[in-house]
């Protein structure tokens, strides 16, 4: 099938199905490489390939809720995706990616790791059983790194537990000679300011949010490609691009939920392009607007 200029071959051939096969396609998860989030990958790849040393150095990704923090790891993990090792004694796992609790509970961390690898969680272990068990799993598996996502969680507790918290987190590192990489908001900067031994140890990464520039448009370029329309769009256009980043509020998460909104609506609606009506009639509400509509409550 002849590709349509608009479009990459994939979404060109997307174009051929029906309406709600288009449309579940739409509502895929979808990664698009851009300059802020391509360092930190590159970032992520050198910490991976840094020989192995007592002190490893860590880094900290921080940026606005919905930015495409977790997207990015996503991304990665994909790329350095765990090796069944089928003629070893464990798996490979190049990148632990593990949630931290609700509040800077190390037994809590332990659980979350031991599930991950599908291990038992025994409610007579004691800590520091459960801290050997993890440490001495973890060991066997040829491990690159361990990421932390949410890790301003461990503000949810007393500064007693943080400071346990981020020892915990320290010793990790340092048994086991891999890089932590934790992952926030903002708040997570705040977070490891509770030790100041730890913070040095963490360079920070950001994720800012978007303006109205040309790296602005070569993203909504990108997304144009992949959005299965039969019409340009021309979202790069400047009153298009304003109100894309306006209602959005500047973050990629809101935006892509904002063009997948847009889009099944211009298919429902036999208009196949995203334009100012789409966007207005599509349904998304701004998250400014969510703000101020829970605080009337």
Known sequence: MKQIDHLSEVASQILNTSNEERIAHILKHKWIGYPSAQRILDQLEDLLLHPKQSRMPNLLITGETN????????RFRQLH???????????????????????????????????????????????????QRVITILQQVNLGMIVIDEIQHLLAGPSLKQRNFLNVIKYLGNELNVPIVGVGTADAIRALQVDPQVQNRFMPAVLPKWELNT???????????????RNPSMLTEKELATKLLYMSGGTIGELSQLLNRAAIWAIRNNKEKIDILALDKCGYVRPADRKSAVSRI
């Open 215 to 229: 790296d602005l448009a070569r993203l909504l370029a990108s997304f144009e490609k992949i959005i299965p329309l």
């Open 81 to 131: 995706p765990a090796d069944p090792n089928l003629d070893g004694v464990a798996v490979r796992i190049p990148v632990l990616y593990v949630q931290s609790p609700p509040s800077p509970d190390e037994r809590g961390l332990y659980n979350n790791i031991l599930a991950l690898l599908f291990r038992s969680l025994k409610a007579s272990e004691s800590t520091d059983q459960k801290r």
């Open 67 to 74: 930015n495409g923090k977790t997207l990015l790891i996503e």
